[in-house]
């Protein structure tokens, strides 16, 4: 099993300035590949100038005992 954490980016927006969006947490239990949402603006994406930062992470469950985590920032 794959648990994507909820994805987050951080926007420079032309009206509103710095801004957090978010995407939402899902669970992946089949094999093969797995997505988590995208980080959306709350602004709408054409309110977006540039993207500042993001963030993602996935925890794989092997069993009971042997939890991976995986982080990715940029």
């Known amino acids: 099993m ?21 995407g939402s947490e899902t669970t992946a239990t089949v ?3 797995s997505y ?3 980080a959306a603006c709350p602004y709408d ?3 977006v100038e540039k993207i500042i930062s993001g963030s993602g992470t996935i925890i794989m469950y ?6 991976s985590t995986i982080s990715v920032h940029y």
């Not at 648990?3 to 957090?20: E, I, N, P």
């Not at 092997?62 to 939890?67: E, L, R, V, Y």
């Open 31 to 33: 094999r093969g590949n």
């Open 2 to 22: 794959r648990r994507h954490k909820a994805v987050a980016a951080y926007f420079d927006t032309y009206s509103y300035g710095y801004v957090y969006g978010y």
């Open 45 to 47: 994406s054409g309110q």
């Open 36 to 38: 988590g949402n995208y």
């Open 62 to 67: 092997a069993d009971s005992t042997n939890i």
